[in-house]
């Protein structure tokens, strides 16, 4: 029996007068990786925004290991364990590898009130955490992340994820603008995060890099769920695409 | 090849080119005038630079957080306006007067902060109307008048603020340790510090900093409120020090200080700063001023040259943002 790690009840969100959100159910199990599909304006980034505390739900509840927890903005979040990467990563790019792994916690050394930072610490398990995620270049942690391209990006960001323990990782279109081999990177990341016990939440356009590393996926069509338990071994890709069109029925 | 990657190294730093210009001014300027370089004109310069100083030093934080502060100027002349009128007045000591008019500053500093992160006003637009309030008080409160200051012989506040030490020819002042001392906490701060770590997030991304937990609305007020407090210490300091509390004194510091730090590397959009490049920005253009007057150039015709020199550091700078980015 799989173990329960989110579960969104009941969802409905409305900007203003349009309904963007319409009692959306949505359950992620611990270790699952669930690709999130859906046409443009199906409800999948304000659903990942509610998930992430970036915008607040009209009506609903989230639970999270079985405990209804209130997301007012994406610190609380984080503070239970989802961690959610943008295209844009997040990340600080005039700061180096390591300041952002830790940004907003970061080690200190030696009295409190010096408020000194760990440096040595935080480029020792950020230049671990780069070869875990498999960044096989030797890339000092010291290096600022606009010094990086895209897919090394989107590594540090899945890097910092996994350092905290974040239980749910969610990835909101991670692949697009990355070329061919850095989308295999990103995948690879992923398979990585899954295998070391963190659950996934994957959103992109393109059904073939959700069906390399999605256990289940779930379709969006007009703000509701039409279909929560397609098995990528069970089902192709055209009959995928017919659910997301709506030219299933 | 390890010294070659070094020098490499230092000079892909912000404050390379900025050095490089401080050494040359001096060897030009000495080179026409010797007396550029004496200990009389060394004093002289000194006395002064570090109180504009001290001014930048806490303006590089602030933009290195993505803001900046047009009103010390106008606080630069107003706190030392209201600690000599209440203690000309004989309302209070001159210890109390001073933190009176200091806390005043810091509270200045704090409703700047409030309208630019609660209101989200651009601090261009919130501090310009500061500057305004700021210097209408320091001349309300005086009706124009400088305030009289010489009352300050012998005061402990004074001395702890600006006494002096006579090394021969060289005269040194208090002011220059204080100028000393925050530039070096402030760097500390800066590069060392988690504080520090949230000033560049607040700068670069505020909103992936606020995504991480960092308060950046309160990183923000702090430096709106230490920029504020600085120029108020500098103008207290300079009041002492010139034996005049003038309510027009600062104009038109605002531009000199923030032209003194994005000489020396900071980024004017925030995200990069430094306080050894502001350093060396407080220099250049000090010893500018004092410079080409010594050289015989006409003083009125100051403003072309920094005008020249901050264009031509701004094309280093941004040369040297697209030689980094491109791994170059």
Known sequence: MAEELVRMAGITKFYGRVKALENVNLTVNRGEVVGLLGDNGAGKSTLIKVLSG???????DIFIKGRKVEMKGTP?????????????????????????????????????????????????????????????KAIPASTPIVALSGGERQAVAIARAMHFDSDLIILDEPTNNLGVAETQGVLHFVRTARDSGHSCVFIAHNIHHVFQVVDRIVVMRR??????????????VAEVERVITGMDA | METQ????????????????LLMLLIVVFTAINPTFLSVLNISNTLAFTV????????????????EFDLSVGSLFGLTPVLMWTLFNAGTTSLALAFLVAMAVAALIGAVNGWFVTALKIPSFLVTLGMLLVARGTALYITDGFPQRTWSA????????????????????????VWFVFFALLLHYVLTGTRVG????????????????????????????????????????ISSIRTSAANPNSGTGYELETIAMVVIGGTALSGGRGTIIGTVIGIFILRLMRN?????????????IFIGAIILGMMALHSWLDRRNQSGG
């Open chain 1, 54 to 60: 970036a915008v607040p739900a009209t009506s609903g």
């Open chain 1, 76 to 136: 609380d979040a984080i503070a239970n364990g989802i961690e959610t990467i943008y295209q844009d990563s997040a990340l600080v790019t005039q700061l180096s590898i390591a300041r952002n792994l830790f940004l907003g916690r970061e080690p200190l050394r030696g009295p409190r009130w010096l408020n000194r930072l760990d440096l040595e610490q935080m480029e020792a398990v950020a230049s671990a955490l780069l070869k875990q995620v498999g960044i096989s």
């Open chain 1, 223 to 236: 703000g509701t769920v039409v279909a929560d338990d397609i098995r990528p071994g069970q089902s192709s």
């Open chain 2, 5 to 20: 990657s070094l020098a490499k190294r230092l000079f892909a730093r912000p404050e390379a080119g900025p050095a490089i």
């Open chain 2, 51 to 66: 109180e504009l100083g001290l001014i930048a030093l806490a303006m590089t934080l602030l933009m290195t957080a993505g």
């Open chain 2, 153 to 176: 012989e012998g005061q402990w506040v004074a001395d702890v603020l600006v006494g002096s030490v006579q090394l021969g020819d060289l005269r040194l002042y208090m002011s220059l």
């Open chain 2, 197 to 236: 770590n949230w000033i560049q997030a607040a700068g670069g991304n505020a909103g992936a900093a606020a995504a991480r937990g960092v308060n950046v609305a309160r990183v923000k007020v702090g430096l709106f409120v230490l920029s504020a407090a600085m120029a108020g210490l500098a103008g207290v």
């Open chain 2, 291 to 303: 410079g080409i007057v010594m050289v015989g150039v006409p003083g009125l015709a100051y403003n």
